[in-house]
């Protein structure tokens, strides 16, 4: 402190510092000057005395003036001794050498004992200057002692206070480990006095454990240096405290310890550690929170993260039960000892049971802890149980979903008092973060739940809407089928397939399974034949049920008209529809309905049609001559419009090969998606393209053409088609037929048949070039049924039919092969590279017309037609019939 | 079937003693002519008695000619009836083939000067 107040400027010091150096010269001459002054003082008394005494006392003249001078130097210093000295030789030789008061004496001896006194003077002089400096010297070194002494003591107070009010315990021991000295703070630290403490030996007061490492520190020590290490020393008290000790050994061979009381700081590390795992917990638990997907195993993974992470002995989730006695099941647990909770037989009821941590945390909906267990009455029920396992304090946080508390979290400890403010403080929420996982667990699960019960009601919904479904379509497709069963057997009939020459092939395609479409095929006498065709208004079972009477009713009308019938003639067919309609016409416009029909006469001898197209949508006629198409059309009104009406007919001529075609409305009315309608055009066209089709292959052609054109496989309206073609108009002047084994070595009867039967025929009309041509096209024909129809089997029959008419020769082969199908057959090449098709070939080119289809018996038909010739006027062979051929190159 | 052959300078003559050829007999025409094509490359068939031929007929006349032009030889055929001829001018084989009135024009079209 002296020290340091040295240093620091005295207050007004700085004013001395600034004073110029003249100043402080004066004032040093003025203090010399005095003090030489004052020198002269004891000169002037000892003269006085001097003078006083000198009648008593015989001066001696320099007797006292010795002591004056001394006093003078002691005064004035060296020079205040030398002038003391000189004044007073001037007041001795002034005053007391006689004559006295004359300046010049006549005793010039007296200047010996003068000199010798000035002398003796400057010497004493300078001998009390040294004195006085050795005096000075002496006083400042016992001022200085003095200092050094009281600091000395100073600092030796301080060392004591130091050492008796250090904050740290300063233990002094033997080398044996015998306490020498303990200071205040050490006793303190122990709970002993220092009576106690002596003598006591370091061992006592470290665990057992630690006894070696405490011989080896003491060896390490005596090698030399220091050691700092943590130990834990017994208390009076039985607690331990933790302190860090700094030892060595002095050099008087004494055991220094040092000793730090760390208790406190390693409880704070303790509880810093325990609140940075509780944060790691808490972290963990939230990453769980996030990955949970099922309530069970998030329980499961705080639990273990409480333990594993958080460094807690036990950790288990209860659910508070409704039950009668309001008990507490373990939902998930983790953490040694968990045969604890075999046994708990927790409640939270207020009860004994239900008084603990647990049933108090969810009863009050707050944490409660268990400091101690080994002394909290709440625990007395398990305590003896948890002691066991090594608990020393519980936690309960209440888990909490919504304003019910669900159950409790519950966390146990081994040493007491473990869980603090900040600790509880993040454990509760985590408590609430695991709550808040639970209850969005919970409504994800009862949101999956209510997804799956509606996706499953809605599955049973939709298998019994489709399961009503498929019964009303089953019950409709009964319905239906019935319905399409009865037209096709009451309303549609079958196409005639024994008319020699002609060809039928029909269509009824209902677009709801069942209409009021209908076609008739009447056989009243050889020679011709009568199809109705007719669409009655509407759709479904009520139109069915009409066309069905309209046809009974033609039915009727033509027994009734030919029944009548005086010359055997047959009715026409407009006084069969005049009938007819006569019949049904009430009836029609009482059901709010009508009919349209086209009555269509076929005279296949005379080459005559009559039709009575009433209301209907016409009749395409193809001329196979010259390949055009014509649409025959009445004015006639629809049966059930007008009472009274007089239906009319009208005649049209065909030639061989000429096909009729009869349609309903929905082919002419079947519309794209613009709206466009097919038309009779298009129809037409189409029916002119494919003139060469066979009727079964040209019905489906049509309606293949009119379902591109609405780009629909599904027709909004009914699709009823007649294909009639014939083939030959006239009576036949010849007709012949054979049976042949299907066997290739019975080819020349095969040609020796086609000559014959062409034999009677005039030359004009088929001549020998002609005859060889057809038995070559014969010959062809009948061996490729053979081969390929018959595949060569021997046993099988072919039945070869001749007929002549006035214009042509027709042979028809029947066979009970597959259907051939010559579009298949490849051309042969005429260079020879490749024979397949050669007999196909040489076939088409030596008759006119070649015809596969399927006869009345249901077998397949191969017919050859061979056009009588007619020369032109250069002579050149024309064909002048069928324009169409297949496999023309 | 057996066929008459005729060597004339070389020029092997064979003529095909049935009436028609068709699916019937063509088979037997090819087994009876496979020795004949063997040893022959110069060849002329005789059809003066074919009344009928059909397209396995021409086949089989087809297959012979194959048969000798692989070998380097020729084939030329002779004595068609109209009714033969207009079935080879109907698959147009009357340009495939050389086709001579008689065996003598035949086998003089192979150079040969018969003396």
């Given at each position: 402190?002296?020290?340091?107040?040295?240093?620091?400027?005295?207050?007004?010091?700085?004013?001395?510092?600034?004073?110029?150096?003249?100043?402080?010269?004066?004032?040093?001459?003025?203090?010399?000057?005095?003090?030489?002054?004052?020198?002269?003082?004891?000169?002037?008394?000892?003269?006085?005395?001097?003078?006083?005494?000198?009648?008593?006392?015989?001066?001696?003249?320099?007797?006292?003036?010795?002591?004056?001078?001394?006093?003078?130097?002691?005064?004035?210093?060296?020079?205040?001794?030398?002038?003391?000295?000189?004044?007073?030789?001037?007041?001795?030789?002034?005053?007391?050498?006689?004559?006295?008061?004359?300046?010049?004496?006549?005793?010039?001896?007296?200047?010996?004992?003068?000199?010798?006194?000035?002398?003796?003077?400057?010497?004493?002089?300078?001998?009390?200057?040294?004195?006085?400096?050795?005096?000075?010297?002496?006083?400042?070194?016992?001022?200085?002692?003095?200092?050094?002494?009281?600091?000395?003591?100073?600092?030796?107070?301080?060392?004591?206070?130091?050492?008796?009010?250090?904050?740290?315990?300063?233990?002094?021991?033997?080398?044996?480990?015998?306490?020498?000295?303990?200071?205040?703070?050490?006793?303190?630290?122990?709970?002993?006095?220092?009576?106690?403490?002596?003598?006591?030996?370091?061992?006592?007061?470290?665990?057992?454990?630690?006894?070696?490492?405490?011989?080896?520190?003491?060896?390490?020590?005596?090698?030399?240096?220091?050691?700092?290490?943590?130990?834990?020393?017994?208390?009076?008290?039985?607690?331990?405290?933790?302190?860090?000790?700094?030892?060595?050994?002095?050099?008087?061979?004494?055991?220094?310890?040092?000793?730090?009381?760390?208790?406190?700081?390693?409880?704070?590390?303790?509880?810093?550690?325990?609140?940075?795992?509780?944060?790691?917990?808490?972290?963990?638990?939230?990453?769980?929170?996030?990955?949970?997907?099922?309530?069970?195993?998030?329980?499961?993974?705080?639990?273990?993260?409480?333990?594993?992470?958080?460094?807690?002995?036990?950790?288990?989730?209860?659910?508070?039960?409704?039950?009668?006695?309001?008990?507490?099941?373990?939902?998930?647990?983790?953490?040694?000892?968990?045969?604890?909770?075999?046994?708990?037989?927790?409640?939270?009821?207020?009860?004994?049971?239900?008084?603990?941590?647990?049933?108090?945390?969810?009863?009050?909906?707050?944490?409660?802890?268990?400091?101690?267990?080994?002394?909290?009455?709440?625990?007395?029920?398990?305590?003896?149980?948890?002691?066991?396992?090594?608990?020393?304090?519980?936690?309960?946080?209440?888990?909490?979903?919504?304003?019910?508390?669900?159950?409790?979290?519950?966390?146990?400890?081994?040493?007491?008092?473990?869980?603090?403010?900040?600790?509880?403080?993040?454990?509760?929420?985590?408590?609430?973060?695991?709550?808040?996982?639970?209850?969005?667990?919970?409504?994800?699960?009862?949101?999956?739940?209510?997804?799956?019960?509606?996706?499953?009601?809605?599955?049973?919904?939709?298998?019994?809407?489709?399961?009503?479904?498929?019964?009303?379509?089953?019950?409709?497709?009964?319905?239906?089928?019935?319905?399409?069963?009865?037209?096709?057997?009451?309303?549609?009939?079958?196409?005639?397939?024994?008319?020699?020459?002609?060809?039928?092939?029909?269509?009824?395609?209902?677009?709801?399974?069942?209409?009021?479409?209908?076609?008739?095929?009447?056989?009243?006498?050889?020679?011709?034949?009568?199809?109705?065709?007719?669409?009655?208004?509407?759709?479904?079972?009520?139109?069915?049920?009409?066309?069905?009477?309209?046809?009974?009713?033609?039915?009727?009308?033509?027994?009734?008209?030919?029944?009548?019938?005086?010359?055997?003639?047959?009715?026409?067919?407009?006084?069969?529809?005049?009938?007819?309609?006569?019949?049904?016409?009430?009836?029609?416009?009482?059901?709010?309905?009508?009919?349209?029909?086209?009555?269509?006469?076929?005279?296949?001898?005379?080459?005559?049609?009559?039709?009575?197209?009433?209301?209907?949508?016409?009749?395409?006629?193809?001329?196979?001559?010259?390949?055009?198409?014509?649409?025959?059309?009445?004015?006639?009104?629809?049966?059930?419009?007008?009472?009274?009406?007089?239906?009319?007919?009208?005649?049209?001529?065909?030639?061989?090969?000429?096909?009729?075609?009869?349609?309903?409305?929905?082919?002419?009315?079947?519309?794209?998606?613009?709206?466009?309608?097919?038309?009779?055009?298009?129809?037409?066209?189409?029916?002119?393209?494919?003139?060469?089709?066979?009727?079964?292959?040209?019905?489906?052609?049509?309606?293949?053409?009119?379902?591109?054109?609405?780009?629909?496989?599904?027709?909004?309206?009914?699709?009823?088609?007649?294909?009639?073609?014939?083939?030959?108009?006239?009576?036949?002047?010849?007709?012949?037929?054979?049976?042949?084994?299907?066997?290739?070595?019975?080819?020349?009867?095969?040609?020796?048949?086609?000559?014959?039967?062409?034999?009677?025929?005039?030359?004009?009309?088929?001549?020998?070039?002609?005859?060889?041509?057809?038995?070559?096209?014969?010959?062809e024909?009948?061996?490729?049924?053979?081969?390929?129809?018959?595949?060569?089997?021997?046993?099988?029959?072919?039945?070869?039919?001749?007929?002549?008419?006035?214009?042509?020769?027709?042979?028809?082969?029947?066979?009970?092969?597959?259907?051939?199908?010559?579009?298949?057959v490849c051309l042969p090449?005429l260079?020879?590279?490749?024979q397949s098709g050669l007999g196909l070939y040489i076939t088409s080119k030596c008759?006119?017309?070649?015809?596969?289809?399927?006869?009345?018996?249901?077998?397949?038909?191969?017919?050859?037609?061979?056009?009588?010739?007619?020369?032109?006027?250069?002579?050149?062979?024309?064909?002048?019939?069928?324009?169409?051929?297949i496999g023309r190159t | 079937?057996?066929?008459?052959?005729?060597?004339?300078?070389?020029?092997?003559?064979?003529?095909?003693?049935?009436?028609?050829?068709?699916?019937?007999?063509?088979?037997?025409?090819?087994?009876?002519?496979?020795?004949?094509?063997?040893?022959?490359?110069?060849?002329?068939?005789?059809?003066?008695?074919?009344?009928?031929?059909?397209s396995?007929?021409?086949?089989?006349?087809?297959?012979?000619?194959?048969?000798?032009?692989?070998?380097?030889?020729?084939?030329?055929?002779?004595?068609?009836?109209?009714?033969?001829?207009?079935?080879?001018?109907l698959v147009r084989?009357?340009?495939?083939?050389?086709?001579?009135?008689?065996?003598?024009?035949?086998?003089?079209?192979?150079?040969?000067?018969?003396?």
């Amino acid at each position: 402190m002296a020290g340091i107040e040295r240093l620091r400027p005295v207050p007004g010091s700085s004013e001395k510092q600034v004073k110029p150096r003249s100043f402080r010269l004066a004032r040093g001459f003025q203090h010399v000057s005095l003090r030489i002054f004052l020198s002269l003082l004891p000169p002037i008394v000892v003269a006085v005395i001097q003078h006083l005494i000198w009648p008593l006392i015989e001066p001696h003249w320099w007797f006292f003036f010795y002591p004056a001078v001394f006093l003078s130097a002691w005064i004035g210093g060296v020079w205040g001794g030398i002038v003391s000295a000189g004044f007073s030789v001037v007041l001795v030789w002034w005053s007391f050498v006689p004559p006295v008061h004359i300046l010049f004496k006549d005793e010039p001896y007296f200047l010996i004992p003068a000199t010798v006194f000035f002398l003796m003077a400057i010497v004493f002089s300078l001998f009390q200057g040294r004195l006085k400096e050795a005096m000075e010297r002496t006083r400042q070194a016992l001022a200085e002692m003095r200092l050094s002494a009281r600091k000395l003591r100073e600092a030796y107070d301080q060392n004591a206070a130091l050492i008796t009010q250090a904050s740290d315990g300063i233990f002094i021991a033997d080398l044996d480990g015998r306490l020498l000295d303990v200071n205040e703070t050490g006793c303190l630290m122990l709970g002993y006095s220092l009576e106690e403490l002596i003598g006591q030996p370091l061992f006592s007061f470290i665990p057992p454990r630690d006894s070696e490492r405490l011989d080896r520190a003491r060896e390490q020590l005596l090698t030399g240096g220091f050691q700092i290490e943590e130990w834990s020393l017994l208390c009076k008290t039985g607690d331990w405290c933790v302190v860090e000790a700094s030892a060595k050994i002095l050099a008087d061979g004494r055991w220094q310890i040092f000793l730090r009381d760390i208790t406190a700081r390693k409880q704070v590390e303790k509880h810093l550690q325990q609140v940075r795992r509780a944060k790691d917990a808490l972290s963990k638990c939230n990453q769980a929170l996030i990955r949970a997907t099922d309530e069970a195993s998030l329980l499961k993974q705080v639990c273990d993260v409480i333990v594993q992470d958080a460094g807690y002995a036990l950790c288990w989730v209860g659910r508070a039960e409704h039950d009668e006695t309001k008990s507490v099941t373990v939902l998930a647990q983790s953490g040694l000892g968990a045969d604890y909770l075999d046994n708990l037989h927790i409640t939270w009821d207020d009860s004994e049971r239900g008084r603990g941590p647990t049933g108090t945390c969810i009863r009050t909906m707050r944490a409660v802890t268990a400091a101690d267990i080994a002394v909290d009455m709440a625990m007395a029920p398990w305590r003896q149980e948890a002691l066991g396992h090594g608990y020393a304090s519980s936690l309960a946080i209440p888990v909490m979903l919504g304003t019910e508390t669900a159950g409790a979290l519950m966390i146990y400890a081994t040493e007491a008092d473990a869980f603090q403010a900040k600790e509880m403080e993040m454990l509760t929420e985590l408590a609430n973060d695991l709550a808040y996982g639970v209850s969005a667990l919970r409504t994800r699960a009862e949101r999956e739940k209510a997804e799956r019960e509606l996706i499953s009601l809605n599955a049973e919904l939709e298998q019994r809407v489709l399961a009503r479904t498929r019964e009303v379509q089953t019950a409709r497709e009964h319905e239906f089928e019935i319905g399409r069963r009865i037209q096709e057997t009451l309303l549609v009939d079958p196409p005639p397939r024994h008319l020699p020459g002609v060809r039928i092939a029909t269509l009824a395609e209902p677009s709801q399974r069942i209409d009021g479409d209908f076609i008739v095929f009447m056989e009243p006498r050889g020679g011709s034949f009568d199809v109705v065709v007719g669409d009655v208004m509407g759709k479904g079972i009520p139109a069915a049920l009409l066309a069905a009477a309209t046809k009974a009713h033609l039915l009727k009308a033509l027994g009734q008209l030919s029944g009548i019938s005086a010359d055997g003639r047959l009715p026409e067919p407009k006084d069969i529809v005049t009938i007819t309609h006569a019949d049904i016409v009430h009836q029609l416009i009482s059901l709010d309905s009508f009919v349209t029909l086209c009555y269509a006469r076929i005279d296949h001898v005379s080459g005559v049609i009559e039709i009575v197209d009433c209301g209907h949508t016409g009749t395409v006629q193809l001329h196979a001559r010259t390949g055009t198409t014509q649409l025959l059309r009445g004015n006639n009104l629809p049966l059930g419009i007008r009472e009274s009406e007089i239906y009319e007919q009208q005649s049209f001529s065909f030639e061989a090969g000429d096909v009729l075609l009869f349609f309903s409305d929905g082919i002419t009315e079947a519309r794209d998606s613009a709206g466009e309608t097919f038309g009779p055009e298009r129809l037409q066209e189409c029916i002119r393209t494919h003139a060469q089709l066979e009727p079964d292959d040209l019905i489906h052609v049509i309606r293949n053409t009119v379902q591109d054109f609405c780009r629909s496989e599904f027709m909004t309206d009914d699709m009823t088609i007649v294909a009639v073609r014939l083939d030959q108009v006239g009576r036949s002047v010849m007709q012949a037929e054979m049976i042949i084994k299907s066997d290739l070595r019975q080819l020349f009867k095969v040609r020796e048949f086609v000559r014959s039967s062409c034999a009677g025929l005039p030359e004009t009309l088929l001549d020998e070039d002609g005859v060889s041509k057809l038995e070559l096209a014969v010959d062809e024909t009948v061996s490729n049924i053979m081969k390929h129809a018959h595949s060569g089997q021997t046993n099988l029959k072919i039945l070869i039919e001749a007929e002549a008419f006035a214009e042509r020769m027709v042979f028809r082969l029947h066979h009970g092969g597959p259907t051939f199908q010559p579009k298949a057959v490849c051309l042969p090449q005429l260079n020879g590279s490749r024979q397949s098709g050669l007999g196909l070939y040489i076939t088409s080119k030596c008759v006119d017309d070649v015809r596969y289809y399927q006869d009345a018996d249901g077998s397949n038909c191969i017919a050859l037609t061979k056009v009588f010739r007619k020369h032109s006027r250069n002579g050149s062979e024309i064909p002048w019939k069928f324009q169409s051929k297949i496999g023309r190159t | 079937m057996e066929i008459p052959v005729e060597n004339r300078q070389n020029v092997i003559v064979a003529e095909i003693p049935a009436k028609e050829i068709d699916a019937g007999n063509s088979g037997d025409l090819k087994i009876a002519m496979a020795k004949i094509l063997e040893n022959s490359s110069k060849l002329v068939i005789d059809f003066q008695r074919i009344q009928f031929i059909d397209s396995s007929g021409l086949g089989a006349i087809l297959s012979f000619l194959r048969q000798v032009s692989a070998r380097g030889g020729d084939l030329k055929l002779c004595g068609m009836t109209k009714q033969v001829r207009a079935a080879f001018e109907l698959v147009r084989m009357h340009r495939v083939f050389d086709i001579f009135e008689n065996r003598e024009e035949a086998v003089r079209a192979f150079g040969v000067t018969e003396g």
